[in-house]
């Protein structure tokens, strides 16, 4: 146990540990995608759904747990070895050039800091209800938590909207990088798939904030309707 904790506290060790629990978060985010895409399949689906899931309240409360240790996990690694890469050099370069990094990957703190607040905001309103109370507890017609009427009271609003908007250009530039350099971190780095690797934070981001946006786009212009 002390060498398994001596190794993640190390810089290598760290960033593996981010690395995992970043790759998990992602996968989290896709499948919660997917999820949401019901959308277009109906309230019946979609309520159905939803439904499943708190059918199972162990398994639902056992992945609400380990998603939020690996949120925390995750922060905390990330400002640790920011801390510690700071430390190493505390004289700053006289110039900065970033010929290999790109933009997303020069703004991975700001993004991360975006999203954090994002989330936030996201579970605060369609999870908890609190920014929105009246919508937190109208069943459908089969007796079932009306999730589809919510998301789409919810993104009828304008301003709700570009919260949304904003929250996934957010997710985008963490993901398009983190994708990658996760990848890169755990060693399969391999000439033959460097391609495959580089472009597979891009995709990965695109289909996922394509995907979120397009359901927001389609309620709030009367595409999905209650």
């Known amino acids: 146990m002390t060498r398994l904790s001596n190794h993640v506290r190390s810089s290598v060790g760290g960033k593996v540990v981010m690395a995992l629990s970043g790759l998990g978060l992602v996968f989290y985010v896709v499948i919660h995608m997917l999820g949401n895409l019901q959308i277009f399949e109906g309230a019946p689906t979609l309520n159905g759904y939803a439904a499943f899931l708190r059918d199972m309240p162990i398994l639902l409360w ?7 240790s690996l949120v925390v996990l995750h922060i905390v690694l990330a400002i640790r070895l920011t801390v510690r890469n700071r430390r190493a050099r505390p004289v700053a370069y006289a110039a900065r050039k970033y010929r290999q990094a790109s933009f997303a990957s ?34 459908d017609v089969e007796g079932h938590r009306d999730v589809y009427g919510k998301i789409v009271r919810a993104f009828q ?31 399969l780095e391999y000439a033959a798939f460097n391609h495959l690797f580089k472009a597979a934070g891009p995709t990965v981001a695109l289909l996922v904030v394509l995907g979120n946006i397009v359901i927001v786009l389609a309620v709030f212009l009367g595409i999905v309707h209650g």
Not at 116 to 136: E, Y
Not at 164 to 185: D, E, K, P
């Open 62 to 68: 056992i992945v609400r747990a380990g998603l939020l």
């Open 106 to 139: 020069r703004t991975m703190a700001v993004s991360g800091l975006l999203l954090a607040l994002f989330i936030l905001f996201h579970l605060l309103h369609l999870t908890a209800g609190v920014i929105d109370p009246l919508a937190i507890d109208r069943l």
């Open 157 to 187: 609003n304008p301003f709700i909207v570009v919260l949304y908007v904003v929250g996934q250009v957010g997710l985008g530039l963490h993901l398009n990088h983190a994708v990658t350099s996760s990848l890169q971190t755990l060693g």
